[in-house]
């Protein structure tokens, strides 16, 4: 199978966009998936540019983990879901089927048999692609054909009878995203390590989550007056210490990133 070429014909593309670009070519609809605790953070500020005309699914993942008053305002704009359930998974079929009615009304005048609409799954890093995928799949027995413009390897899954599913995600890059963006996605850990600090964005994250949910930070530290909520009380009052009975600090950022992105702060969603 030919692995995809860039514009220029001249060898593989040369950037993760152009990669993209020429995954999506092949498709006839793109899954785009944004992480439910930051709904509006992890939709890539370049998409109507690198999607084009290609229709689109917004799906919200991570419901069970997300603040559903933030969620709100997406109800009508994609399918909002948890993974850990079946529900959703019609829907999503149905809206698809929907999206590209036009591309198999357009086939059947041209003449031209009937075929599953091509779909892949794009998002930026952490926010559930590969997990949708696995999702959608189920125990269904991978049903696998040869695509022009495919990496060598990768595979179509039928997920529907007029539905096939591209088995390997598509990544969006982080590198066109401003710093306070990558700050609260590294909240949710939706970007690389490599991206950020993790004391600078646990101190970040904790002023932001002391001003929008005051009453989880209360329960999360207790006797503790919110407003005054630093990463060294909360090392004092967790018995986080360092050589010499010092607060712990860096302890406390690893561990409010750990339990704010395990759900264990509470419902939280950042948009």
């Given at each position: ?30 899954f785009e998936v944004v992480d439910a605790r930051a709904p509006a953070s992890s939709r890539h500020p370049n998409s109507d ?18 603040d559903r008053r933030v969620l709100d305002p997406f109800q009508d704009k994609g399918v909002i879901l948890s993974l850990k ?187």
């Amino acid at each position: 199978m030919p692995s995809p070429r860039s514009s220029t014909g001249k060898g593989p593309p040369s950037t993760p966009f152009q990669k993209l670009r020429e995954q999506i070519k092949w498709v006839d609809l793109v899954f785009e998936v944004v992480d439910a605790r930051a709904p509006a953070s992890s939709r890539h500020p370049n998409s109507d540019e690198i999607f084009g005309q290609k229709p689109r699914l917004l799906i919200v993942t991570k419901e069970d983990l997300a603040d559903r008053r933030v969620l709100d305002p997406f109800q009508d704009k994609g399918v909002i879901l948890s993974l850990k359930s079946s529900k959703g998974k019609e829907k999503i079929f149905k809206k698809a089927l929907e999206l590209t009615q036009e591309k198999r009304t357009s086939l059947a005048k041209k003449g031209i048999l009937p075929r599953p609409m091509r779909i892949c799954v794009v998002g930026m890093p952490n926010v559930g692609k590969s997990s949708l995928i696995n999702w959608l799949i189920g125990t269904k027995k991978a049903k696998v054909a040869d695509r022009p413009g495919v990496t060598r390897g990768n595979q179509w899954v039928r997920v529907h009878p007029q539905l096939e599913l591209l088995d390997t995600p598509g990544i969006l890059p982080v590198s066109a995203l401003d710093r306070e963006t990558i700050i609260r996605l590294a909240l949710f850990n939706l970007v690389p390590a490599s991206n950020y600090e993790v004391e600078e964005v646990a101190r970040v994250g904790l002023e932001i989550l002391k001003s929008h949910y005051p009453e989880l930070m209360q329960m999360y530290v207790p006797g503790v007056e919110v407003d005054t909520l630093t990463l060294e009380l909360m090392a004092e009052k967790k018995h986080f210490v360092t050589t010499g009975a010092k607060p712990d600090h860096m302890r406390a950022a690893q561990t409010l990133l750990s339990d704010l992105r395990a759900g264990k702060i509470g419902r939280v969603s950042l948009v």
